[in-house]
């Protein structure tokens, strides 16, 4: 195969431009289809454009970056990655705004001093302006604190008769899980409805339809927002009606909790669930068993974004492109801090490594376990030939 030039473009935010590096790549040659993109922070190499980049380049080609901060700002990492990739993958490099760092054929032995010397000079500067811009933040948080600025979210208002289940708990009379089956429901559903909007918005932007799985607490608080995602094509499954631990409970109370929350979400969208996840990802065979004789499917997933630990979106990002693999079903959370920042890279990687994302219910595989399909140790369904 014949040698390859490719560009690796990086700006900060989703918001930032990066039309400049862009007009600069094609200027130098390179094919719009060999330019990788990513859009965060370059204090590691943890980027799924990145990723694809490293995966691609061979023995014999070129990449071109703009500038070297847009490799990265991290100074022992910087060096790092250029060792492995002109040394070890024997790719040349070449910095457009520093015609130094070029690595290319046909340098002697003074440019190629000369080429590690100014690269070690501007990973320096790379990384310590960044350590600048972080103190400069760092400073204008305190004095914004001072100033009686307040961050973070706003705290969640206790519901009426908190503090006397809250107590009974304490001395003893209420197991943890007890509140959650009462019918005055005084512990709320944790997960809010910041992020919904955004979500659609994100999807809708990649044309990707996808399941969500809701609780039927969060459809009597947010009933326009079920209806948004219905109108949206998303999917709307059942994921309990009160979000108890259903190992606990017996087949009629099983019955009475799905039931609560498919009715209420068909009397949103107009379509009754099909698919159900159980909460804290816990069942066993009575719950599946009671499930599928109500006519659902009991679904799980493979690969936890843990988007809800609140992690930054590089961690996320890395947890779910590290692991996902054909047939793969991807956990997130609505209202998780990163999840919105961290999705258009993943929706990204995944297409662009020519994986199609489907609603959960286009990935079962229709008839019967034992006659059409086989379930293997971690309950993926694999076809009968």
């Not at 307040?150 to 107590?167: C, D, N």
Request: aromatic share 8%; proline share 4%.
């Amino acid at each position: 195969m014949a040698a390859q030039q490719y560009g690796y473009i990086r700006v900060s935010s989703r918001d930032q431009n990066e039309d400049r590096q862009r007009i600069a790549m094609r200027e130098f040659g390179i094919p719009e289809r060999n330019i990788f993109l990513d859009k965060q922070s370059g204090k590691d190499f943890v980027r799924p454009g990145y990723t694809r980049l490293i995966r691609k380049l061979k023995q014999g080609d070129t990449l071109a970056i703009k500038s070297i901060d847009r490799l990265g700002r991290n100074y022992n990492e910087i060096l790092e990655q250029w060792h492995m990739i002109t040394k070890e993958k024997k790719v040349a490099v070449v910095v457009l705004d520093m015609p130094l760092l070029d690595t290319r054929q046909g340098r002697d032995l003074t440019g190629t001093l000369i080429a590690d010397i100014v690269l070690q000079l501007l990973s320096y500067v790379a990384q310590t302006e960044r350590e600048f811009i972080r103190q400069r933040q760092a400073e204008g948080i305190a004095a914004a604190k001072q100033r009686g600025v307040q961050f973070g979210r706003p705290p969640l208002e206790r519901s009426a008769g908190f503090s006397a289940v809250h107590a009974a708990w304490r001395q003893g009379d209420l197991s943890a899980r007890k509140p959650l089956g009462r019918k005055d429901r005084i512990i709320a559903f944790p997960w809010g409805n910041e992020d919904t909007q955004a979500l659609i918005d994100i999807f809708d932007q990649y044309n990707v339809k996808v399941t969500f799985f809701v609780v039927g607490d969060w459809v009597e608080k947010y009933p326009e927002s079920v209806k948004a995602l219905a109108d949206a094509g998303h999917e709307v499954m059942c994921h309990s009606d009160s979000h108890a631990h259903f190992n606990s409970l017996s087949a009629d109370e099983i019955v009475a909790d799905i039931s609560s929350c498919c009715d209420k979400i068909e009397a949103v969208t107009g379509t009754r669930p099909t698919l159900f996840r159980p909460p804290f990802g816990e069942y066993d065979d009575h719950v599946v068993t009671t499930v599928r004789g109500m006519g659902l499917e009991v679904i799980q997933w493979d690969v936890d974004s843990l988007d809800w630990k609140d992690y930054d979106a590089a961690t996320i990002t890395q947890r779910v492109t590290g692991n996902v693999c054909p047939g793969s079903i991807i956990l997130f959370h609505n209202a998780a801090l990163h999840t919105p920042e961290a999705l258009p890279g993943i929706l990204e990687y995944l297409l662009q490594e020519g994986y199609d994302i489907v609603p959960v219910s286009q990935l079962i595989l229709p008839g019967e376990a034992g006659k059409d399909f086989t379930l293997d140790h971690t309950g993926r369904q694999c076809p009968i030939q």
